[in-house]
């Protein structure tokens, strides 16, 4: 269904999906927590008290909604992933050892890349199918194709670390987020401390209970980016292992099979 679209497009949609999913998360652990004011999962999760008057505009909200676009973001890049490991199979070039491509055996191949590809005009394989065709019938040298083979390689993993900057963004702002809630619940606790009165038996309970909601803030934000920096490192090694296989399969069915006559 997203074939069709740009990458920017493409990302803007996984964007407002996570945002819509992370407002509903939200929302149904409200109404599953309803009445469980003060219980410990509805503090930690959401900072849900029956003294707390800034709810539901709490840090624990706010990190749920990053958190889910976070995932969003994880969702695209494996969904990139799938496409590009489905080129892999797509026998754009001749598998049999015994094959030989000269010059004029390319414009077949580059025309069947260019019409399989379509739109997606990003995807590795193909790029560098078409990249190195170009090269090899403008310059006729198996040598300079091979450099371009590892130049094009070298500037496409590049390319792919640069498309989790705004995830490591995410990884970083959720700890953060967790950290300033942390130094508002002190703030708020210890402000409460120095207005109530001292004599009051319930002071010290309260005191405990509203530092105990700041710290697990911090918490909660440290539980959510282990999640998200376990999944960058697994996707993002998958999308790199792909661009390895196209790196191979165009050397050992391209680069190794091209001959000049």
Known sequence: MMQGLSPSNKRLIYAVISLVLGVFFVLLLHFLLTGQEDNLSAMFLLDYRA?????????????????????????????????????????????DE?????????????KRVR????????????????RMILQFQSSRSVEQASVLLNSSLELYLHE?????????????????????GTVIGISLALNYAG?????????????????????????????????????????????????NRAGQYCLDN????????
């Open 160 to 180: 792919i670390d640069l498309r989790y900057n705004l995830l490591r963004y995410i990884m970083w702002l959720i700890p953060s987020l967790g950290f300033i």
């Open 51 to 95: 003294d707390n008057n800034f709810y539901p505009f709490t840090v624990q909200n706010l990190m749920w909604l990053v958190f889910f676009m976070g995932m969003g973001e994880l969702l695209g890049r494996f969904q990139d992933g799938n496409a590009e490991n489905t080129q892999l199979h797509q026998q754009y070039l001749p598998e």
């Open 195 to 243: 207005m109530a009165d001292p004599n009051d038996p319930q002071l010290l309970a309260e005191l405990t209970k509203r530092l105990a909601v700041a710290f697990y803030t911090t918490l909660l934000a440290l539980l959510q980016s282990v999640i998200l920096v376990f999944s960058l490192h697994i996707i993002q090694a998958r999308e790199e292992r792909c661009l």
């Open 98 to 110: 015994r094959t030989l491509l000269q010059a004029n055996d390319l414009g077949s191949i580059y």
């Open 254 to 261: 391209l680069i190794n099979r091209l001959y000049v006559g």
């Open 115 to 130: 019409n399989n590809a379509g739109s997606q005009t990003d995807l590795f394989l193909p790029r560098l199918i078409r």
